[in-house]
């Protein structure tokens, strides 16, 4: 199991997001840093952004190019923002999109 992963979907094809750039970084001393980057396959996937050994708790951040993915978006980034605790390792958080809304959840 991956420590934090994602899924993209776009629900306006009913197929996965192949090609976003997709970012993770971790808030600390109160600034954002980088922990990874990667760009989802062809199954819409970033299996593994940060292996288990290194999600530590606290507050992380996943940012999708999603501009950069559909000709034209009311939304040209999504970003998602959520708390790692400290007794589980695993995170995997899946973006369903479309050129005109989102969502997300906790996937297992």
Request: aromatic share 12%.
């Amino acid at each position: 199991m991956s420590g934090i992963s994602t899924h993209v979907l776009d629900t306006s094809l009913g197929r996965p997001a192949a090609g976003v750039a997709v970012t993770l970084e971790r808030w600390e001393l109160d600034a954002w840093l980088a922990c990874a980057s990667d760009t989802t396959d062809a199954d819409g996937r970033c299996k593994e952004l940060l292996a288990p050994a290194n999600v530590l708790a606290g507050r992380y951040r996943l940012t999708f190019a999603t501009g950069d993915y559909f000709e034209k978006t009311l939304y040209p980034e999504v970003a998602i923002t959520f708390d790692v605790t400290a007794d589980a390792a695993n995170y995997h958080i899946p973006l369903l999109l479309n050129p005109f809304g989102y969502t997300t959840y906790r996937g297992s």
